[in-house]
Nanobody, 117 residues
Framework: QVQLVESGGGLVQPGGSLRLSCAAS????????MGWYRQAPGKQRELVAS???????TVTDSVKGRFTISRDNAKNTVYLQMNTLKPEDSAVYYC???????????WGQGTQVTVSS
């Protein structure tokens, strides 16, 4: 059993910053890819950014230049540094950890990010 524990969400003003963290624990030593997805009310869940154990990143266009994803492989932890936040970034952010062929696929419970003045 693997658990993903997210932290770092909250309320921030437009232009502000937040840092999300997601730590994987349980019966897993190595994770191929970890990433962040988000889902706003009435919208589909979408990829924000992901990173492989080798450091290859994928970042959605709407957050490029503002969000940075990183990970600590030794700790099975992934981070999302979010700068210059906009109201349209408001959503529930979910952490995901999966294998290269989705032989395992775990999701966190989500953390709310609200960007509002």
């Amino acid at each position: 059993q693997v658990q993903l524990v997210e932290s770092g969400g909250g309320l921030v003003q437009p232009g502000g910053s937040l840092r999300l963290s997601c730590a994987a624990s349980g019966s897993i030593r190595w994770i191929y890819a970890m990433g962040w997805y988000r889902q706003a009310p009435g919208k589909q869940r979408e990829l924000v950014a992901s990173i492989t154990s080798g450091g290859t990143t994928t970042v959605t266009d709407s957050v490029k230049g503002r969000f940075t994803i990183s990970r600590d492989n030794a700790k099975n932890t992934v981070y999302l540094q979010m700068n210059t936040l906009k109201p349209e970034d408001s959503a529930v952010y979910y952490c995901r950890a999966h294998g290269s062929y989705l032989e395992y696929d775990y999701w966190g419970q989500g953390t709310q990010v609200t960007v509002s003045s």
